[in-house]
């Protein structure tokens, strides 16, 4: 894969006759196994990341475009077919970062339609499937306008480079979301290829064990995210841990290459509990600090441990920045593990809710 720098992602010139059209996609969440927490400027990450794309948690986008005459930003968004103005500041900053690399956004009134397969008050993150469908849309419209068609392998890998670089610096974490099913971002020595601009596909070898892999969420909290991630993140800065945390990230990716072409899913699991309870560490040591999780959060996990010591199952939790609680198992385990938290997690969901998904295979033009 070539490796592209800020510059190649600038749009030189395009066919401005175009007078209107509509594109649409669909992308999904993903569930970081290394996470991401602390970036820089224009959303560059302080440490690599590494994810499973998720198959049935998507969002699906269309945008209709229509030339127009001034020069403002002009959009207007659907969600789920009404009128939303909630999200709309975070697209005017989406829009007024990426500009340099889509010169036309100006030129264009937006119509945004977005949907989600996932129900709204979920608490399931929405920005990583949500702003990379819009990222994605934006690049078929680029590409319409530059009458440019991906037949090649390199049109390809451009397209869903420069997706996954402008879904970036919407939020981060829908970098990863454009390709399945193990996506990196950030420069990592034992990622051939990797970079902080945008994910790459995960090239490495993948024993079979991690096929098919599950991951059921638990909703322990619909509730709104009382801190945002973009909050979050600055804590970071001048945190006490911050430099050993971003080491730790680096030598945790490295040491998940060797498990994912292994196999040994014990050591798996080792990396991705002390990941997550890693990510919440830094919340409760930040300052301010706070904590996320939530008592059944706490009780899920210790039914988990509980579990696993009594059985030989290889079942597994993460967390994302909130209580629920992804649980992580092998394709072969779906039965038995789908029992266990019907008998024993289900108690601790918020109204019983739960969303059955796994890996996948990324992002699809519709
Ligand atoms: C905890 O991608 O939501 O889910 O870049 O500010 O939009 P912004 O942050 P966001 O951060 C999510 C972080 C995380 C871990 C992860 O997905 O790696």
């Not at 001034?70 to 999200?87: C, H, L, P, R, T």
């Not at 409760?284 to 904590?291: A, E, H, N, R, V």
Request: hydrophobic residues 35%; negative net charge.
């Amino acid at each position: 894969m070539i490796e592209m720098t800020e510059k190649d992602f600038i749009l030189k010139s395009y066919n401005s006759n175009i007078k209107n059209g509509s594109v649409k996609w669909s992308s999904p969440s993903n569930i970081a196994l290394v996470k991401y927490w602390g970036k820089k400027e224009h959303q560059i990450p302080e440490n690599p990341s590494i994810s499973f794309t998720l198959s049935d948690c998507k969002t699906i986008t269309e945008v209709i475009y229509t030339k127009k005459d001034d020069k403002d930003f002009s959009f207007d968004v659907y969600f789920e077919g009404e009128k939303n103005e909630a999200f709309k500041p975070k697209i005017q900053t989406f829009f007024e970062r990426i500009e340099t690399y889509m010169p036309f956004l100006r030129a264009y009134h937006f119509k945004i339609e977005t949907s989600n397969t996932f129900p709204h008050s979920s608490g399931i993150a929405s920005s990583a499937s949500g702003m990379s469908a819009l990222a994605l849309c934006l690049m078929s419209i680029e590409q319409k306008l530059t009458d440019t068609v991906t037949s090649s392998a390199v049109e390809k890998s451009f397209f869903n480079q420069k997706a996954s670089f402008l879904a970036r610096l919407g939020s981060g974490s829908a970098c990863r979301s454009i390709e399945g099913e193990l996506v990196v971002w950030g420069e990592s020595e034992s990622i051939a290829g990797s970079s902080n601009l945008y994910g790459v596909k995960y090239e490495g070898d993948v024993h079979t064990n991690f096929k098919n892999y599950q991951d059921t969420i638990l909703l322990v909290d619909k509730g709104e995210k009382q801190v945002s991630s973009t909050v979050g993140h600055n804590l970071m800065y001048g945190h006490p841990f911050a430099k050993e945390r971003f080491a730790q990230a680096h030598e945790n990716l490295a040491n998940l290459k060797t498990i994912l072409a292994s196999g040994e899913l014990a050591e798996f699991v080792k990396i991705v509990e002390s990941e997550a309870l890693t990510l919440h560490a830094m919340m409760m040591t930040s300052m301010p600090y706070f904590i996320l999780m939530k008592p059944n959060t706490l009780e899920i996990i210790n039914k988990i441990w509980a579990f696993r010591e009594k059985s030989n199952s290889n079942v597994c939790f993460t967390l994302d920045a909130g209580a629920n609680v992804h649980v992580l198992y092998p394709h072969n385990e779906k039965e038995t593990i789908l029992e266990f938290i019907e008998n024993e997690l289900v108690n601790y969901c918020q109204n019983g809710h739960y969303i059955c998904d796994q890996i996948g295979l990324g992002a699809n033009q519709i």
